[in-house]
């Protein structure tokens, strides 16, 4: 076993593995039987059923390309980053924080598209992006195009906390970074062998496919230059997060390295608040997907619309809009939302995506394929 | 007379000067009056009342600081810019032709932030911003951080219509611009004396300010680092259109140059498809304002969610949002916006904002204040 993997497994995190994996609406039932047991406590005046549902990234994820050791270990690393905002959650901190301590885990892990093991642009760097957004506050921050920022999710903490702005990109977002002394690492920090190897096997393909000539006018659809050479097993490795605290308040945020082989300082759907990334104070979503489809279709803003003036359950308002709407444009992905009761909808329309959800009892619910 | 306003003061444009000047409520009963005509033409299937609507920026503009010569520049400017859709329009082009060639008049005329006449950023350059959405396909392009790009509007549209993404930033959007023969000019291009001098003050008032120690974590709002010394006259003079072509088909677009003074490579709301830009089958929109706020609340996509979700009135969703929704929360600023019936509103909760409106007739209705 390598050792990233090795040490992703931590003792804790192993629980996770002994689980019966619930899928999108698994994680809903085991939900709503929470809501009928809080409920019975104090029917005037429910608790929040507080938690955090998180997710590693959704695409094309063959069971049988998936073998025991690096699920095992994508398991525990979700596990472990439920933990990590479960943790804020329980002693009464705010989703806000719980969400940044879930994706610092997610981002430090080699796993994971985000962070440490983010996959390379086309000129060989790695190009992060991230969003925060509180529920309660509507505050955002964003960034894009980031080279040295160790923890992209706590620098687009800071232009939300420490600024009056909400979206900065490329050198500019670093010197506000150093500024504010949110960590900066050398560029080599986030080299890792298998996203070197995906980049030089997605510029050899790219390499073959210009010797045919181009078609005029390409569709805003995945472009084979960004995907794995045989279209195989191609997954958008961006980690998200959403968090319900005690005091009832909303949290969502997501970082990512973007897509193999990217250029022309391509932004995708992440650091733009109501695509990849939204909260209010009724609903929060994080996405993964085809980026360029969840920006056009505002994903995660058409949820909570759909939650705020359809007056729609969340599962429904997400499934219409991940299992309909995205399906119909053509655009791959999912996501993770939660309301202020404490539901919980994870649909993609991928193979799998990695998810995990941890409420009031601790206990890590983590799955990948629809199950 | 300045040569610029006087370039600008074209004989077809001065026609708008001799119009009554409509506010948003008179722009949307004179659309009502059409209504009545076009339809008894044709009851069972009235034809799309095709039209353009434009703004030129919101923002504190003071009527006894408007002088006449400007007032009547800015006035012929938005003018042209209207002629220019609607010629697109009148012949049976398509909406996002129209939106395009609206915006480059605005983006080359000297008198609005975007393009050339551009503010500076903290660092003395242009910092140019742009998107542009078709609503029948919900394809969409954006670009921001451009120092090179002539006209960022058309730089938007390569990227809706001959990349496979969205969103491109910095020097790789400018490669891009290269790769597709988009016209690029020298930083000196949008050079304008006025701007130079509006970045002076503000780097002289920021000077002062440091003098008093800081407030830890500014909230997200105005900050006097990007305004004119004393508070007055600032205005934010983003330039966006949209239109609704003779078959049916809505378009949106905006372009900007952004604050004076900004930094750490801010982005604002016009490239954010959702939030200063937006267009569907039903409804498009461009906004303009502080840009924070309009990210936040994801002004343009709600207007929109509302005419949707709601069957709202295209005019009462977008008062609500502007008059209300953004009032609360302190965001100033103001949108266009039209519907699939050609029906407009311009809402704006600031002191001022550019505006004007050309139907089929032809004639351009233009208005700054509140009239």
Known sequence: ????????????????????????????????????????????????????????????????????????????????????GHAVLAKGGSSVDAVTAAIRVMEDSPLFNAGKGAVFNH??????????????????????????VKNPITLARAVMEKSPHVMMVGEGAEAFAKQQGVELVPESYFFTEERWQALQRALEAEKKQQEAPPEPGQPQGPSTFYETPDGSDHKFGTVGAVALDQSGNLAAGTSTGGMTNKRFGRVGDSPIIG????????????????????????????ICARVEYLQLPLLEAANQVVLDVLVKAGGEGGVIAMDSQGNVATPFNSTGMYRGYMGPDGVPSVAIFKE
């Open 123 to 148: 000129d060989g760097k790695n190009e992060l992006d991230a969003a925060i957004m509180n529920g309660r506050t509507r505050e955002a921050g964003a960034v894009a195009g980031l080279h040295h």
């Open 1 to 84: 076993m390598p050792a990233p993997l090795r040490r992703a497994l931590s003792a804790a995190a192993l629980t996770a593995l002994l689980l019966p994996l619930g899928c999108s609406t698994a994680l809903t039932t085991k939900r709503e039987e929470e809501k009928l047991m809080s409920s019975s406590d104090d029917v005037s005046k429910p608790a929040p059923r507080w938690g955090i549902v998180i997710h590693g990234g959704a695409g094309v994820i063959k069971r049988e390309s998936l073998t025991p050791e690096p699920e095992a270990a994508v398991r525990a690393a979700l596990a472990e980053a439920l933990q990590a």
């Open 275 to 302: 695509a990849g990334t939204y909260a209010d104070p009724r609903c929060g979503v994080s996405g993964t997907g085809h980026g360029e489809y969840f920006i056009r279709y505002g994903v995660a803003r058409d």
